[in-house]
């Protein structure tokens, strides 16, 4: 209970948002390129991040990598504010595994 007035304070101070390349952009390059569609047809590792029951539906042992390089641009007031870009390589391991009638998949991602 002492703590119940810091605990509010903390709550109403207004705290900076700020938007992750994962929400902006996307995982992967095949998400990236199906235009964020991912949520539906997660089929590789992106799946960690979008829709991890969808990770059952893989078939076997799957390796993922890949690179992603993006330079947005943003003009306001006829001057560039520069953006930073967004460079990294994708790695991801799933193995789904049946047992005992039950898919259970286990996999890794990286950034």
Same mark, same amino acid.
């Given at each position: 209970?002492?703590?119940?007035?810091?605990?509010?304070?903390?709550?109403?101070?207004?705290?900076?948002?700020?938007?992750?390349?994962?929400?902006?952009?996307?995982?992967?390059?095949?998400?990236?390129?199906?235009?964020?569609?991912?949520?539906?047809?997660?089929?590789?590792? $992106?799946?960690? +991040?979008?829709?991890?029951?969808?990770?059952? *539906?893989?078939?076997?042992?799957? =390796?993922?990598?890949?690179? @992603?390089?993006?330079?947005?641009?943003?003009?306001?007031?006829?001057?560039?504010?520069?953006?930073?870009?967004? $460079?990294?390589? +994708?790695?991801?391991?799933?193995?789904?595994? *049946?047992?005992?009638?039950?898919? =259970?998949?286990?996999?890794? @991602?990286?950034?």
């Amino acid at each position: 209970m002492k703590y119940l007035p810091l605990l509010l304070i903390a709550l109403l101070v207004p705290w900076p948002a700020m938007a992750n390349p994962f929400d902006a952009y996307g995982v992967g390059s095949r998400t990236i390129a199906l235009g964020g569609a991912g949520t539906a047809s997660s089929k590789d590792s $992106s799946a960690n +991040y979008y829709n991890p029951a969808a990770l059952t *539906k893989v078939a076997g042992l799957r =390796l993922d990598l890949g690179y @992603s390089y993006i330079q947005p641009e943003l003009f306001m007031n006829n001057g560039n504010l520069e953006v930073d870009r967004i $460079s990294g390589v +994708y790695t991801g391991v799933t193995l789904p595994k *049946k047992i005992l009638e039950q898919t =259970l998949a286990v996999s890794l @991602s990286f950034f």
